[in-house]
T-cell receptor, first 112, second 113 residues
Framework: GDSVTQMEGPVTLSEEAFLTINCTYT??????LFWYVQYPGEGLQLLLK?????DKGSNKGFEATYRKETTSFHLEKGSVQVSDSAVYFC???????????FGKGTRLHILP | GAGVSQSPSNKVTEKGKDVELRCDPI?????LYWYRQSLGQGLEFLIY????????KSGLPSDRFSAERTGGSVSTLTIQRTQQEDSAVYLC???????????FGSGTQLSVL
């Protein structure tokens, strides 16, 4: 079945470091891909998305490129801030149905 | 309301009891999802409602779990004969037509003693 695999956390970085959180997927058809973020004490919210191969989603300095050849959607940010500390979830939705499948989440800690 | 509302926010129950969790989606959203968030397990899909279509129940972990959505709006997730392994945060989300951007509620923290 469809699935999403993302790197296990926690990931701990210093402020201004470069961030990569890996995400790969398995799906039939042509999924849309998402990153959701859950800040401490808050609900999940959509961070960015990409709906077809080679699309790049971006928001709040984060980027992710839909790579069909490697079935990946890695999340990157050039210079992280303490306020980026959160749990990040990679997710997909296929065009067969509207069920959204999430990865297990990656907890990110940014140290000042 | 402006967002997805879930109640109660916290529920403590004894093993073997039944519990009902409620979700009020954003008005006009036809799609409604239930997920379970456990430590180390990420977000586990439970059930999906879309308009008047038959719900996708493929994620329900056992026949102790059921959900309904009345009038295409409010949804109730029922867990019968709760077990300790049912302890988790139960999240509800809605979207306008299914897929794409989900709006999540704050969840119900369920603790089974």
């Amino acid at each position: 079945g469809d699935s999403v695999t993302q790197m296990e956390g926690p990931v701990t970085l210093s402020e201004e470091a470069f961030l990569t959180i890996n995400c790969t997927y398995t799906a039939t058809g042509y999924p849309s891909l998402f990153w959701y973020v859950q800040y401490p004490g808050e609900g999940l919210q959509l961070l960015l998305k990409a709906t077809k191969a080679d699309d790049k989603g971006s928001n709040k300095g984060f980027e992710a490129t839909y790579r069909k050849e490697t079935t990946s959607f890695h999340l990157e940010k050039g210079s992280v801030q303490v306020s980026d500390s959160a749990v990040y979830f990679c997710a997909l939705i296929t065009n067969r149905d509207d069920k959204i499948i999430f990865g297990k989440g990656t907890r990110l800690h940014i140290l000042p | 309301g402006a967002g997805v509302s879930q109640s109660p926010s916290n529920k403590v129950t004894e093993k073997g009891k039944d519990v009902e969790l409620r979700c009020d989606p954003i008005s006009g959203h036809t799609a409604l999802y239930w997920y379970r968030q456990s430590l180390g397990q990420g977000l586990e899909f439970l059930i999906y409602f879309q308009g008047n279509s038959a719900p996708d129940k493929s994620g329900l972990p056992s026949d102790r779990f059921s959900a309904e959505r009345t009038g295409g709006s409010v949804s109730t997730l029922t867990i019968q004969r709760t077990q300790q392994e049912d302890s988790a945060v139960y999240l509800c989300a809605s979207s306008q037509q299914g897929g794409e951007k989900l709006f999540f509620g704050s969840g119900t923290q369920l603790s089974v003693l």
